[in-house]
């Protein structure tokens, strides 16, 4: 193959401004430590010590305590120790239990687009891993974490689980480490400098105010009333701008006597760091606690906008600034331009938020914010700015399925569930949308034209996954759209029924489907990226019946046609149906070309499918070329992806066959031995590797196995 082809350049964002990729394989994802890391050497060593005698260990302990940075650190110390990675899957924003193992493999990298369950699949791609998964806030998704760990060790032998969770998960062979407060000073000790609550507090005071004078005896005291809970620490060493520290103590020891009924005896733990939580919601201004209350909606991390939109109310213009003023207080972390918050703050501002009345009206402003979003993504995506638009929505994925779970019983659910084809469809989350859209789709009968777009983007789902039973749902789509005059959504219904036909076989049908579907486009009277698509279904029937002339002619308008709108996701299918007729046409050079065009766009935009499609494809253009070691090993990686993956090919006779003649053309040049050896040495490696291997014009003999 020419190597010379191959020229890489990273795609833009509007503005200029790069666009990073969402590889599908990555070699971990511990975050890095944004404060000093205070004293636990001796929990931080009984962990590390458990995790070599056991497979699964959970840190449990009261809200607050330091069960994730332990974890975290112990992880980051692991690395070495696990060569596939050590992996960090944050649980606090899920809220369904059947999407843990979707969460997992999201952080793995893993587009699952399959109908096999998402569990079976991770255990298949872990099942020869050496790796260390993190599990962080599992307590309200015990069962569904207990189940995943129990299959996940099961058929991955060299798997290690690090949980954290308020309780044990119940998995087995779990071991448990308690994670105690910190450790307090006893009253009297003369030199408490060494303590750890007291370093604690003075590290994290002295970060806010260098050079603030502490009196560690009452340091000391402070922290015996917080109980040595971190958390209750932290919220009290931010007060250090506005009081000195005798009168955090002071106003403490008050605070603490009123919740006792002016007793000076302790609270309980759970009480304590509520009332120093509660303290610093005392400290808020009103406007500050409101804003804390209805920020609770969120999931993950927000940006100032949405929550200026979703929350602003009557003083809009001053989120910006209030948002600053509660981080300035540790009630809500930042980090590249977006705000979250902890656990135990949310769970506070969510009660606030049940006492004044509010809480249905924000989940109900929180869905229309993200649906608006989303009907401007819908609107823009056939355009230069897809890219960004496709890195918006895996940051906002949290966000999307809490907007999508307050209203999925709702005729705005049902529209925001299909107005996300984009995701489900472009971006490859098969699992997420055909778990919403069922729902969606089961709670809004009415004939309507989103109910329209939901069953042809559920039609779209279930061919992409080898299912071919839902062309019916996508014919009650095509009948749906035409009664309500929607000319679009027309045109995607009949596009997606001619494709259920020729994944099916009966090829006789979808050129008169494929007519109508761009005479509906046409009609609707603006751009739509479903023409570029019909376009590009209109090839893949051209090529299945060897009219490759043709093909190619129908795919240079649609070229055109992307490239004038800055369109990627369609063009790339373009480009891979491209491919197959320039082969078809004895055109190599040209077809090799459009193979890598195809690869290079639908890796980014993370299409597990169309990304082993165009390695199908490369390995077809190698054996042509007589290439025949070259064929073996892109089909060996193209097997590597499609398994890894947990994909399905295309089961028809149709798409079946090119693959089959591949490997019959190679095997009659090398001899079986020698294809053997170069397609096995293709199963080796990663995809990611292999990807880059052909990005950079390497041979993938290069590229090390894993």
Excluded at 237 to 248: T, W
Excluded at 312 to 334: M, P
């Amino acid at each position: 193959m020419n190597n010379s082809v191959v020229s890489y350049k990273p795609f833009h964002a509007k503005g200029g401004k790069t666009v990073t990729e969402t590889p599908l394989w990555r070699p971990g994802s511990v975050p890095a430590e944004t404060s000093s890391f205070i004293g636990r050497s001796r929990e931080c060593g009984e962990v590390a010590a458990l995790l070599q005698r056991s497979r699964v260990v959970t840190l449990t302990g009261l809200a607050g305590v330091g069960k994730t940075r332990i974890a975290l650190r112990v992880a980051r110390d692991a690395r070495d120790s696990f060569p596939d990675g050590v992996w960090v899957v944050e649980l606090a924003p899920e809220q369904h239990g059947d999407l843990v193992a979707h969460d997992v493999a999201a952080v793995l990298g893993l587009r699952e687009q399959s109908m096999r369950p998402q569990i079976e699949v991770l255990a298949e791609f872990l099942q020869d891993r050496r790796m260390l998964l993190v599990l962080d806030t599992c307590e309200h998704l015990l069962d569904a974490c207990a189940h995943l760990v129990d299959r996940l060790t099961a058929e991955a032998e060299h798997l290690m689980v690090l949980a954290t969770s308020r309780q044990p998960l119940g998995a087995a062979g779990e071991r448990v480490v308690v994670v105690e407060p910190l450790p307090v000073p006893e009253p009297g000790d003369t030199d408490p400098v060494g303590n750890d609550a007291v370093r604690l507090f003075a590290e994290r005071a002295r970060a806010l105010v260098p050079g603030v004078a502490l009196d560690l005896n009452v340091v000391s005291r402070l922290c015996r009333r917080l109980e040595g809970i971190p958390l209750a620490i932290e919220l009290a060493a931010r007060r250090v701008r506005a009081l000195a520290v005798e009168q955090i103590a002071d106003r403490l020891d008050d605070r603490f006597a009123l919740l006792a009924g002016g007793s000076r005896t302790p609270l309980g733990r759970h009480q304590t760091l509520r009332a120093a939580v509660g303290w610093s919601h005392e400290l808020c201004t009103p406007d500050e606690r409101l804003l804390w209350a209805r920020l609770t909606v969120f999931a993950g991390s927000f940006d100032a906008e949405s929550a200026a939109t979703v929350c602003g109310d009557e003083w809009v213009d001053e989120v910006h600034g209030l948002l600053a003023r509660l981080a300035d207080k540790s009630l809500l972390v930042e980090g590249d331009g977006r705000f979250r918050m902890l656990g135990t703050v949310r769970d506070y501002g969510r009660e606030w938020l049940r006492r004044l009345g509010e809480e249905d009206m924000m989940f109900r402003r929180h869905s229309e914010h993200y649906l608006s979003l989303v009907r401007r993504a819908d609107a823009e995506w056939y355009g230069p700015d897809q890219l960004t638009w496709a890195a918006w929505a895996r940051a906002e994925l949290p966000n999307l399925r809490i907007a999508l779970t307050s209203s999925i019983d709702e005729p705005a659910g049902l529209e925001l569930a299909g107005l996300l084809w984009f995701v489900w469809a472009c971006l490859g989350e098969f699992r997420e949308g055909r778990y919403f859209l069922d729902q969606a789709i089961k709670f809004n009968q009415e004939p309507g034209i989103a109910r329209a777009r939901a069953l042809w983007v559920r039609g779209w789902i279930a061919f992409s996954q080898g299912d071919y039973g839902m062309k019916a749902q996508s014919e009650e789509a095509l009948a749906i759209a035409l009664d309500y005059d929607d000319c679009v959504q027309a045109g995607f219904a009949a596009q997606t029924v001619a494709v259920f036909s020729i994944c099916s076989g009966e090829l006789d049908s979808v050129p008169g489907m494929l007519t109508r579907s761009a005479e509906y486009f046409d009609r609707a009277g603006r751009p739509s990226v479903g023409l570029a698509v019909t376009e590009a279904v209109w090839a893949m029937l051209f090529n299945l019946q060897g009219r490759f002339d043709e093909a190619t002619e129908v795919l240079q308008r649609q070229w055109t046609r992307c490239v004038e709108r800055g369109e990627l996701w369609a063009r790339a299918y373009g480009d891979q149906m491209r491919s197959q007729a320039e082969l078809g046409r004895g055109e190599i050079d040209a077809a090799e070309v459009y193979a890598r065009a195809a690869l290079d766009v639908k890796w980014r935009l993370g299409d597990a499918k169309g990304s082993a499609m165009a390695m199908d494809q490369l390995a077809a253009v190698a054996a042509a070329g007589e290439e025949a070691e070259l064929a073996a090993c892109l089909l060996g990686a193209a097997e590597r992806m499609w398994n890894t993956f947990g994909l399905p090919a295309f089961s028809s006779p149709e798409f079946a066959g090119p693959r089959d003649v591949t490997e019959s053309l190679a095997r009659a040049v090398v001899g079986d031995e020698a294809f053997d050896e170069a397609f096995r040495h293709g199963r080796t490696v990663p995809p990611d590797r292999a990807v880059e291997c052909i990005r950079e014009g390497k041979s993938l003999r290069e590229a090390g196995s894993g």
